[in-house]
């Protein structure tokens, strides 16, 4: 890397930092540490919901999806708007009359300490993981492409976040995150810009968007019914929704920044921004991942694009057999390229040639296959020497472009794109973490009646132990097969568990907090069991679906344990917004 890209990148993350620290110097109350200012207008609060969910997974990740698998992972956002629009409705005015810090509050409200409990419990599992995975995945970069340690790169990263958001709370993360979506989108547009200057002269978007149609790339909508289809319009709209309504609804790191609003109006219209305008930033970063891939048919593309791999092989005794399949790669990417330009003349001339269309696709899956061929060399060696090495090269590729293509000064700018997104997600977990450590269980359960100022040190205490622990998960975690599937996957775990109780409590007024508190461990045994037996291939069941079925076997049992046991004695509560 050029010095220049060292220091935009350095001058862009160290502004970030210490705009936060100096916008939130005069934070000294528990309040305003773990609620912010509450000053923000809709459009703070929009980006600052989209920053949070918008990590360094998704500028990494994503357009590497798009590369393998095309536009159809775009389908999991379609159930976005229609959450935004429940939650509008149905949770936010609650959390907003009852004037809470966490969202767990409302549930020992509803039913009991118990239940409050066990939910923040089920909230720091699953976001204390998503917090280490969110760190671990711009580290991967950084080392692979400079050939850093990959646990001081953990450090370095980690330790840039905690300061700001130790330092200043809640209104350090909804601060710097404003100027980190700024960076980010900025970034991700000139990424674009660059890709389509870099086509050939002779062909242009719509050419580009042709070619990976007849590739199978632009399958943005798929109709048919299947368990095992992870992104499918059933899947997004049913399995996607529930995940959406329990991330938004019911994630401390989403509920800490809209309760930072203005007021309840300007919250509904910052979530309703984030549900309109989410939905067509994925679908962009997922076309930057088809306009990197269409690059690609014309420029040669490595045959493995995780380098670090690339140079193991290349030294040890499977050199030979890995150059003989580089070789052949390059062969089958000539013959393909000029099998591209073929489909182009014929397009052009208006004579769509059927017959050389399928003559390219055979040569793209010849190249697939070649590609796989790799992996499974590179897994060879890996098990014979021990190495545990990652074959799965998708996350290595939209940040192969952007070493080996962009401009110097703008690598600099990409790689802060990707920090700038790292931070932001990893500071609003670590917030929500600190907050739902405090509140609901240190401050509820242990220590009851101390000062304000000793909950204001122990918040920024547990900020520091969450940052410690996400740097320990981020040390020892291996690279899963796609690091935004892996997000998506770790909050599917105990999202629909987590959506089942807060639906029993807004709306089956008679069940009480034992049944309820019962049919959560019930709910969450099932889950875990179906991931378990999917894991095994026992059964075939994608993800998305346990947030759906999570949160149906939370009501169902929760109405069931209600009839059959009534709580004598329990006290009846319920809650409106008339009350």
Request: glycine letters at 6%; aromatic letters at 14%; hydrophobic letters at 50%.
């Amino acid at each position: 890397m050029h010095l220049l890209d060292w220091i935009v990148l350095g001058a862009i993350l160290l502004l970030i930092v210490g705009y936060g620290i100096y916008k939130t110097r005069n934070i000294n109350t528990t309040e305003s540490y773990l609620k912010g200012t509450q000053t923000m207008p809709w459009w703070a609060i929009g980006l600052s919901v989209m920053a949070t969910q918008a990590s360094a997974i998704t500028f990494l990740s994503t357009p590497g999806q798009a590369y393998d698998d095309g536009m159809r992972f775009a389908q999991f956002y379609f159930g976005l708007p229609i959450a935004m629009i429940l939650l509008c409705v149905f949770v936010i005015p609650f959390y907003y009359k009852l004037n809470v810090y966490t969202a767990y509050e409302f549930l020992e409200k509803r039913f009991d300490l118990k239940t409050r409990t066990l939910t923040a419990v089920f909230f720091l599992v699953q976001r204390g993981l998503s917090a280490g995975l969110t760190i671990f995945a711009p580290a991967i970069i950084l080392s692979s492409i400079i050939g850093w340690d990959l646990n001081i790169t953990n450090l370095l990263i980690g330790l840039l976040v905690i300061v700001y958001t130790v330092s200043g709370g809640t209104a350090a993360v909804s601060q710097t995150q404003k100027q980190q979506m700024f960076v980010i989108l900025t970034g991700m547009f000139i990424a674009f810009l660059i890709l389509v200057q870099k086509l050939p002269e002779n062909v242009n978007v719509g050419d580009a968007v042709d070619i990976a149609g007849y590739m199978g790339k632009m399958n943005i909508v798929d109709f048919e019914f299947d368990l095992d289809n992870k992104y499918n319009i059933w899947s997004a709209l049913l399995g996607g929704t529930f995940l959406f309504l329990a991330y938004f609804g019911t994630d401390q790191s989403q509920v800490q920044r809209y309760l930072s609003g203005k007021n309840l109006a300007e919250t509904k219209l910052g979530l309703l921004f984030n549900g309109i305008f989410k939905v067509p930033m994925q679908v962009g970063i997922l076309f930057i991942g088809i306009m990197v891939f269409t690059f690609f048919q014309f420029h040669k593309a490595p045959l493995h694009f995780n380098r670090s791999n690339v140079e193991s092989i290349k030294n040890s005794e499977y050199g030979p057999q890995y150059a003989e399949l580089q070789k052949e790669y390059s062969k089958v990417g000539d013959e393909k390229r000029a099998a591209i330009y073929e489909v182009l003349a014929n397009e052009k001339a208006n004579q769509p040639n059927e017959k050389a269309i399928e003559n390219m696709n055979v040569l793209e899956n010849k190249e697939r296959d070649l590609r796989e061929n790799a992996k499974t060399i590179i897994s060879e060696y890996s098990e014979k020497n021990d190495l545990n090495l990652e074959t799965n090269d998708s996350d290595y590729v939209f940040i192969t472009f952007i070493m080996n293509y962009l401009p110097t000064g703008l690598i600099g700018l990409l790689l802060a794109v990707i920090f700038s997104a790292a931070m932001s997600s990893t500071a609003s977990e670590l917030n929500a973490l600190s907050t739902t450590t405090v509140i609901d269980i240190y401050k509820r359960s242990f220590v009851k009646n101390q000062s304000d100022k000793h909950y204001l040190r122990m918040s920024k205490f547990f900020t520091l132990l969450w940052g410690a622990m996400a740097l320990f998960f981020a040390t020892f975690i291996s690279l899963f097969a796609n690091l935004i599937e892996a997000v998506n996957v770790i909050g599917s775990l105990f999202y629909g568990t987590v959506l089942g109780v807060f639906v029993v409590a807004f709306f089956v007024k008679f069940v009480r907090g034992n049944a309820v508190f019962l049919a959560a461990i019930a709910g969450e045994i099932i889950v875990v069991t179906l991931f378990i037996l999917d894991k095994k291939e026992i059964i075939d069941l994608t993800y998305l679906w346990l947030n759906l079925i999570g949160c149906a076997a939370v009501v169902f049992f929760g109405i069931l344990f209600q009839i059959i046991r009534p709580s004598k004695g329990e006290p009846e509560k319920e809650l409106s917004l008339e009350s």
